[in-house]
């Protein structure tokens, strides 16, 4: 059974810092790229930041480019979003979730209909 196990979510003041990981199992974890997705309330989920499995390339949205770093440990069958310079427009309920393509990132990257696997989320609330 394919398992996405997301924590590290929590409170934080705007400016701040936290670290989201993701723990997979039940696949070969580095068959897949795997992405970070939220979903704010009242809004639609949106992509966040997707990785490859193996070669290193990352993508992430415009607006957490320079704040937002996503890694992945295929060692330990993990992935990680280090969120910084944290603002109250983060504050959402974040995902993990494989691609349905295989090691690479689709096309467009972000896409949520082009991943599946779905983790049960994590949230991070900053405020103001």
């Known amino acids: 059974e394919v398992q996405l196990q997301a924590s590290g979510g929590g409170l934080v003041q705007a400016g701040g810092s936290l670290r989201l990981s993701c723990v997979a199992s039940g696949f070969t974890f580095d068959d897949h790229a795997i992405a970070w997705f939220r979903q704010a309330p009242g809004e639609e989920r949106e992509g966040v930041s997707c990785?490859?499995?193996?070669?290193?390339?990352?993508y992430s949205m415009a607006s957490v480019k320079g704040r937002f770093t996503i890694s992945r440990d295929n060692a330990k069958s993990t992935v990680y979003l280090d969120m910084n310079a944290l603002i109250p427009e983060d504050t959402a309920v974040y995902y993990c979730?494989?691609?349905?393509?295989?090691?690479?990132?689709?096309?467009?990257?972000?896409?949520?209909?082009?991943?599946?696997?779905w983790g049960q989320g994590t949230q991070v609330t900053v405020s103001s």
């Open positions: 990785a490859n499995a193996k070669n290193g390339y990352t």
């Open positions: 979730a494989t691609s349905k393509f295989g090691p690479e990132c689709p096309a467009p990257a972000l896409a949520s209909k082009l991943y599946d696997s």
